[in-house]
């Protein structure tokens, strides 16, 4: 009857609103950690789940680290917005920078505190085009001011491959794709702020070939990947 479909309607949002969410992977840019096609269920719980339609978090059990793969609201992407996207999407992308850190880029090589970081977690190192080509929206970098510091001094323009040395604000993050060639993360539109984040994600409950990467009409149903669902994330 309707109130028992009420009942169970009023439960499963309660339940995604607070708890476990399913996320869609849209694009390569976590590759390999996540591939287009994977389904994942997100724990919004860890960090603190938002309380919809309101700016207002609820306290979690545990706080984003570096390293953490990490499901977040984005700062605001004009460049979106000019074509008619949404220009807030939610995204995935990995914790690479903590409050407090200095962070920087120097051929491609990620720094955090001076220190080199892990180059990806599987870098395309055959990147398409230019990656010290200089693109407008790197600029933002010039309004928040570089840091002044022993790492060195900034280049004269914030590309792709080369930019800061940048200290992440307090209560925000640097993010990153693991395949960071083909990313658009933090060194696009900058640090994403602690009431941004919506959850971890769990494990891969699903996952099938695009058909942009098949030949087969039914590819949610003949090119399911089947040893990569219950796989863990890291």
Known sequence: NFKSIAATLAIFLFIRAFFIEAYRIPSGSMIPTLLVGDWLFVNKLVYGPNIPF???????????????????????????????????????????????????????????DGVAQRQGYGADQNPKGDPNEVHPLFDWQKKVGLAQSRFGAAPAQPT???????????????????????????????????????????????????????????????????????HIIR
């Open 54 to 112: 309101t700016n207002v978090n609820l306290p979690g059990y545990s706080e984003p680290k570096r390293g953490d793969v990490v499901v977040f609201k984005s700062p605001y992407q004009p460049d979106e917005a000019e074509i008619g996207n949404d220009p807030t999407p939610t995204l995935v992308k990995r914790l690479v920078g903590m409050p407090g850190d200095t962070i920087y880029m120097r051929d491609g090589v990620l720094y955090v």
């Open 160 to 230: 792709h491959d080369n930019w800061g040395p940048l200290v992440v604000p307090s209560r925000h993050f640097f993010m990153m794709g693991d395949n960071r060639y083909f990313s658009k993360d933090s060194r696009y539109w900058g640090f994403v702020p602690r009431d941004n984040v919506r959850g971890r994600p769990i494990f891969i409950y699903y996952t099938f070939v695009p058909s942009s990467e098949s030949d087969r009409v039914l590819s949610f149903i003949t090119d399911i990947r089947w040893s990569r669902i219950g």
